[in-house]
């Protein structure tokens, strides 16, 4: 790990306020040589499962050994656990409150640490702001070749809140869910790409269809496929299935929201 350089950021601090700027500045003062990519900082506040859908369809664009620094932490001060991640050649560290549930799920080797070396935080720490305390010095000693070991115990009981993953509900229908609202208002489901493959497979010759709200969203390749206003689907660049409305917010335009059900069908 002494060549680990690149920390990513995400939070839900937003760009008003300093405090992403003093993370930055926390850990440069530990290692100078570091790189930081900022992922996002307008994760709606203290939403855990939108940072988990965010962090898990983000990292592994970066390269192997990125340490990855999600701070969306509603319990900061409390007694929840100060977390570092090891999965699948990247690192995680953030608190111990389910943002991680997505990585934990999906990932083929893991390995979860409590921190409790607490030379590797600051000196004076406060309650409010574990991000510069606790998170971000951490990140930093890590990136100096610090072993994982040495930051405390493995874990096996983290926090992991439920993530819903689509069913078949008969042969030829999955049912999913919105997973998350995009900043141009498109929607993104639980349903992947490989999920209507075998729905095709199963039912070569029926015709496709998706469903939110009793509306149906014919599928499409690409967004300005289309030139009304209507409701559309489409896979994205993520093999998610997403509904859209071209030029428009397919969340307003339609009332979406995270969480309305999914139905595509074989028939």
Same mark, same amino acid.
């Given at each position: 790990?002494?060549?680990?350089?690149?920390?990513?950021?995400?939070?839900?601090?937003?760009?008003?306020?300093?405090?992403?700027?003093?993370?930055?500045?926390?850990?440069?003062?530990?290692?100078?040589?570091?790189?930081?990519?900022?992922?996002?900082?307008?994760?709606?506040?203290?939403?855990?499962?939108?940072?988990?859908?965010?962090?898990?369809?983000?990292?592994?664009?970066?390269?192997?050994?990125?340490?990855?620094?999600?701070?969306?932490?509603?319990?900061?001060?409390?007694?929840?656990?100060?977390?570092?991640?090891?999965?699948?050649?990247?690192?995680?560290?953030?608190?111990?409150?389910?943002?991680?549930?997505?990585?934990?799920?999906?990932?083929?080797?893991?390995?979860?640490?409590?921190?409790?070396?607490?030379?590797?935080?600051?000196?004076?720490?406060?309650?409010?702001?574990?991000?510069?305390? +606790? &998170?971000?010095?951490?990140?930093?000693?890590?990136?100096?070749?610090?072993?994982? =070991?040495? %930051? $405390?115990?493995? /874990? @096996?009981?983290?926090?992991?809140?439920?993530?819903?993953?689509? +069913? &078949?509900?008969?042969?030829?229908?999955?049912?999913?869910?919105?997973?998350?609202? =995009?900043? %141009? $208002?498109?929607? /993104? @489901?639980?349903?992947?790409?490989?999920?209507?493959?075998?729905?095709?497979?199963?039912?070569?010759?029926?015709?496709?269809?998706?469903?939110?709200?009793?509306?149906?969203?014919?599928?499409?390749?690409?967004?300005?496929?289309?030139?009304?206003?209507?409701?559309?689907?489409?896979?994205?660049?993520?093999?998610?299935?997403?509904?859209?409305?071209?030029?428009?917010?397919?969340?307003?335009?339609?009332?979406?929201?995270?969480?309305?059900?999914?139905?595509?069908?074989?028939?």
């Amino acid at each position: 790990m002494e060549n680990q350089t690149l920390i990513t950021l995400t939070t839900d601090f937003g760009s008003k306020d300093p405090f992403v700027g003093i993370m930055k500045g926390v850990m440069l003062n530990i290692n100078p040589h570091l790189a930081f990519i900022d992922i996002t900082h307008t994760i709606s506040p203290q939403n855990i499962l939108e940072a988990a859908f965010t962090i898990h369809t983000g990292f592994s664009y970066f390269p192997h050994r990125t340490i990855h620094l999600v701070v969306v932490d509603p319990g900061v001060g409390s007694a929840r656990r100060p977390l570092l991640v090891a999965a699948d050649y990247h690192y995680f560290i953030g608190p111990d409150n389910g943002v991680f549930s997505r990585i934990y799920r999906k990932s083929e080797s893991l390995t979860v640490i409590h921190i409790t070396s607490e030379h590797y935080f600051l000196p004076q720490r406060g309650s409010t702001f574990h991000g510069r305390d +606790v &998170f971000a010095p951490a990140a930093a000693w890590l990136s100096k070749g610090i072993h994982i =070991d040495k %930051f $405390g115990d493995s /874990i @096996t009981d983290y926090v992991s809140i439920p993530v819903a993953e689509p +069913v &078949f509900s008969a042969p030829n229908t999955i049912e999913g869910e919105v997973n998350y609202l =995009d900043s %141009f $208002g498109n929607v /993104i @489901t639980n349903i992947h790409a490989q999920d209507i493959d075998t729905l095709r497979n199963i039912n070569p010759a029926g015709k496709l269809t998706v469903k939110v709200k009793e509306r149906e969203a014919p599928l499409k390749n690409y967004y300005s496929e289309v030139e009304d206003k209507g409701l559309y689907s489409l896979i994205n660049s993520f093999e998610y299935l997403e509904l859209f409305t071209n030029r428009g917010s397919a969340s307003s335009d339609f009332g979406i929201s995270v969480g309305e059900k999914v139905r595509v069908s074989m028939l």
